[in-house]
């Protein structure tokens, strides 16, 4: 995909398609304007008829438009223009590239508004990018055609390059999610962030079992030893500003695939789990993003991935694992699998020493039935780090909502037989017990954990994104990786 910038007047451009952004209530002005007069008063006769709607969330296709060269203009609604975000322009952008991803198409012309700042621009070229991409990977006849070339008339250069970088990033997230079990495991994993880290200038360090041995990481391994795959952990690096300890270290989760071992997952719920490595894909393509852009701040990934399956020699209920911190955990199921690999990959992560921790992972159903499945589960022992995450999320028109993490849910995972044990008492609070799990392992650093099992992988498609891996968190984690590095100049 490219993106460029137009400045010819709307009468001149050639392309397969348009796009414009209509408000309610507010007259035509601008690009919308130009072509409605290009077009005899068109636009304006489809509104008054209702044929047109400029409520947010609204596309309508207007074909064969009269006056004008091109044969589809596609007319988004926007709503009222004064609560205009980012999260509104990047709906109302990708419901545009996705409408028109339907066929192939060479060239589609956005027509933004001149008042749009760096920020909407941005978000609007991300939310295209995004939007034309589909998860029909291995379909002879795609439904979605990713358009060759989206053009912005906009005075935003650089704000449309970065909208590029960061709808691509996303797309690496969301492919490496999409992708089955069969292709992504944890050696392809591997190879694919050793390709990202070739082409971005990332440092790579992959820890093969040998090495995961080596350095006791005996809980990560115990969830990989009923596999065929053996495991890896990532350790990938940005090096933006002349620090020697990271500013932020993100942790994701990378089971490939989650077979809930010999806690064995009734079918329906095995179908979609070649998701359940979407934190370790939102790390890389996180780290895709931060470099790409040249972000000027020290950001360090750390993935755990491993495949859990069902054989001779899986680990067992009643094990009791040592984990690389010294912790002993008894097993009591092997679906609580997550915790476990990562309670390795964050020790790992401590000794970064990074000044704040981020982790990701389709941890829990629970949290899928606290918050949906479209709000990620967000958990802290930092409640300022928290409230900055949490202002960064809403900047980019994700959702996020904090889970309480009171001491009483920790007496739950106590064992008699070991330090802790890997599942609560019973479901109820099933998303903060696994966060507490998580907190024995993170020490007295500043931290925060995304259960992202919700929104990760989404079953329907919406207007503006299609169905699978969403990528979601990617936006935010960049945003917050810039505040970061703006905070030292
Ligand atoms: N990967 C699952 C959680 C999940 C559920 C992700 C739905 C995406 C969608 C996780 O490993 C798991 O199986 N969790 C168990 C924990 C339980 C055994 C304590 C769960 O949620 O049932
Ligand atoms: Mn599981
Ligand atoms: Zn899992």
């Given at each position: 995909m490219h993106a460029s910038v137009i400045e010819q007047p709307v009468g001149e451009i050639q392309a397969d398609a348009l796009v414009i952004g209509i408000h309610e209530e507010t007259p035509l002005?601008?690009?919308?304007?130009?072509?409605?007069?290009?077009?005899?008063?068109?636009?304006?006769?489809?509104?008054?008829?209702?044929?047109?709607?400029a409520e947010r969330g609204k596309v309508t296709s207007w074909l064969a438009p009269a006056g004008l060269e091109t044969s589809h203009v596609v007319v988004?609604?926007?709503?009222?223009?004064?609560?205009?975000?980012?999260?509104?322009?990047?709906?109302?952008?990708?419901?545009?590239?996705?409408?028109?991803?339907?066929?192939?198409?060479?060239?589609v012309v956005f027509l933004l508004s001149g008042d749009w700042d760096e920020e909407l621009v941005c978000a609007a070229v991300s939310g295209a990018v995004t939007g034309c991409v589909g998860q029909d990977l291995y379909r002879a006849e795609i439904k979605l055609h990713p358009i060759e070339e989206l053009a912005w008339q906009t005075s935003h250069t650089a704000a449309v390059n970065q909208g590029l970088l960061l709808g691509?990033?996303?797309?690496?997230?969301?492919?490496?999610?999409?992708?089955?079990?069969?292709?992504?495991?944890?050696?392809?994993?591997?190879?694919v962030a050793a390709k990202v880290a070739g082409e971005t200038g990332l440092e790579l360090e992959i820890w093969d079992k040998q090495k995961l041995e080596e350095e006791k990481c005996g809980s990560l391994l115990a969830v990989s030893q009923g596999s065929d795959r053996d495991p890896r952990l990532l350790i990938v690096r940005h090096r933006g500003a002349g620090r020697e300890k990271p500013h932020l270290a993100l942790v994701g989760k990378g089971v490939t695939f989650d077979s809930g071992g010999l806690s064995l997952k009734?079918?329906?719920?095995?179908?979609?789990?070649?998701?359940?490595?979407?934190?370790?894909?939102?790390?890389?393509?996180?780290?895709?993003?931060?470099?790409?852009?040249?972000?000027?701040?020290?950001?360090?990934?750390?993935?755990?991935?491993?495949?859990?399956?069902?054989?001779?020699?899986?680990?067992?209920?009643g094990d009791v694992l040592t984990a690389r911190s010294g912790k002993t955990i008894e097993v009591l199921n092997t679906d609580a699998e997550g915790r476990l690999v990562l309670a390795d990959v964050l020790d790992v992560a401590l000794e970064q020493e990074a000044d704040h921790?981020?982790?990701?992972?389709?941890?829990?159903?629970?949290?899928?039935?606290?918050?949906?499945?479209?709000?990620?589960?967000?958990?802290?022992?930092?409640q300022d780090w928290c409230d900055q995450l949490l202002a960064a999320a809403a900047t980019c028109g994700e959702r996020a909502w904090q889970l309480p993490m009171f001491p009483e849910f920790a007496s739950q995972i106590r064992s008699n037989v070991a330090d802790i044990k890997n599942i609560g008492e019973g479901r109820w609070g099933g998303a903060i017990t696994a966060g507490k799990f998580l907190e024995e392992f993170v020490g007295e650093a500043s931290?925060?954990?995304?259960?992202?099992?919700?929104?990760?992988?989404?079953?329907?498609?919406?207007?503006?994104?299609?169905?699978?891996?969403?990528?979601?968190?990617?936006?935010?984690?960049?945003?917050?990786a810039g505040e970061l590095a703006g905070g030292e100049g």
């Open positions: 002005a601008g690009s919308a304007a130009e072509i409605d007069g290009l077009s005899g008063g068109q636009l304006t006769r489809l509104i008054e008829f209702g044929e047109i709607e988004v609604g926007l709503g009222d223009p004064a609560t205009l975000d980012r999260g509104a322009a990047a709906t109302a952008a990708g419901s545009a590239a996705r409408l028109l991803a339907g066929q192939k198409r060479q060239r691509e990033a996303t797309n690496l997230t969301r492919r490496l999610v999409n992708e089955p079990a069969g292709f992504i495991y944890p050696e392809s994993f591997a190879e009734p079918s329906e719920s095995m179908k979609t789990m070649k998701c359940d490595m979407a934190g370790a894909a939102t790390v890389l393509g996180t780290m895709q993003a931060i470099a790409s852009l040249g972000l000027s701040c020290h950001v360090v990934g750390l993935v755990g991935l491993v495949e859990n399956m069902v054989s001779g020699s899986s680990y067992k209920l921790l981020v982790d990701l992972a389709t941890l829990t159903g629970a949290c899928v039935v606290a918050l949906g499945t479209d709000v990620c589960g967000v958990m802290t022992n930092d931290w925060i954990h995304l259960d992202i099992a919700g929104p990760a992988f989404q079953d329907k498609p919406k207007a503006w994104i299609d169905a699978g891996g969403s990528g979601v968190m990617v936006q935010t984690l960049v945003q917050l």
